[in-house]
Nanobody, 125 residues
Framework: VQLQASGGGLVQAGGSLRVSCEAS????????MAWFRQAPGKEREFVAG????????SYADSAKGRFTISRDNAKNTVSLQMNSLKPEDTAVYYC???????????????????WGQGTQVTVSS
């Protein structure tokens, strides 16, 4: 499976943006999927994750109530809808895939063996 992220851009504070990640291959539904982000000079951090079936989601505190992760296993896509964006949301956003996780959605980067190339999200004040 390879991951291709898209949908980043420039938006004003308070606006919305949707980033998406398309996976190649026929095993997408076997992966727990997540979005991470990395701002300049900071470590990569978990934003949101979704279970293989899409029935369970998890969010970082910074994303709760503003971001929504979803997936479409028929289309091999996972998306992150971001509303009420803030300047501190500015970062490169990465989609990631965890094939072997058995204990739920991990917040750590080490559990994810596949990564997309990242898409830049810039929120102006």
């Amino acid at each position: 499976v390879q991951l291709q992220a898209s949908g980043g851009g420039l938006v004003q504070a308070g606006g919305s943006l949707r980033v998406s990640c398309e996976a190649s291959g026929r095993t997408f539904s076997m992966y727990i999927m997540a979005w991470f982000r990395q701002a300049p000079g900071k470590e990569r951090e978990f934003v949101a994750g979704i279970s293989r079936s899409g029935g369970s989601t998890s969010y970082a505190d910074s994303a709760k109530g503003r971001f929504t992760i979803s997936r479409d296993n028929a289309k091999n896509t996972v998306s992150l809808q971001m509303n009420s964006l803030k300047p501190e949301d500015t970062a490169v956003y990465y989609c990631a895939a965890d094939r072997f996780g058995v204990s739920g959605i991990s917040y750590g980067t080490g559990r994810y063996e596949l990564w997309g190339q990242g898409t830049q999200v810039t929120v102006s004040s």
